[in-house]
């Protein structure tokens, strides 16, 4: 197995654990915020789409779907254009409100569509060129995808986490 396979099959569970925590839910859940200075789930996955996309983007050189595909006028947000949510106050979380679930899904599967594109025209070599020159050392490709990979898997599990408390709340 080819290490984009590998690659590819991860980015494939981000998308389906996506799919599963928004399922079902309404604005009332997935806005809710289980204390003052938590992540709601909309908040959560709309993170960690706006990482993958910000992030898959800058190493690739493609334009970002959020702004390509106007992802930004569709979710309305009181934000500047690239935010990605890094750095968010309790207030900034706040905001970032969704009407229905199906606009984050349907964002994450265009974020989803151009990574894999992405990932199935990776080299063995293309995983060693650098990417981000802040770092020391330096952040390969290699690196940066198996980074954002962690991260929103990370993420989504925290939106799982919170839409259960939510649940058990109201049972």
Do not use: C
């Not at 991860?10 to 200075?37: F, K, M, S, T």
């Not at 490709?141 to 109201?170: E, F, I, K, P, T």
Request: charged content about 25%; cysteine-free; proline content about 4%.
């Amino acid at each position: 197995m080819h290490a984009k396979d590998i690659l590819i099959d991860g980015y494939g569970r981000i998308q389906e654990e996506v799919h599963a925590v928004v399922e079902g839910l309404g604005p009332d859940v997935l806005d809710a915020r289980p204390a003052p200075d938590a992540n709601s789930v909309a908040w959560l996955v709309w993170h960690l789409t706006r990482v993958q996309d910000d992030h898959i983007a800058d190493a690739f050189g493609l334009e970002q779907v959020w702004l390509a595909q106007d992802w930004e006028k569709r979710f309305g947000l009181d934000l500047p254009r690239r935010d990605t949510g890094y750095g968010h106050t309790p207030a900034q979380v706040a905001a970032v409100r969704v009407g229905d679930g199906s606009l984050l899904t349907g964002y994450h599967d265009a974020v989803h569509a151009q990574s894999l594109q992405a990932l199935r025209a990776v080299t063995a070599a293309d995983l060693e060129r650098v990417v981000d020159e802040r770092w020391d050392p330096p952040v390969t490709l290699g690196v940066r995808l198996v980074s954002v990979l962690s991260d929103d898997l990370q993420h989504v599990g925290q939106a799982a986490y919170v839409r259960g408390l939510l649940q058990s709340a109201d049972a």
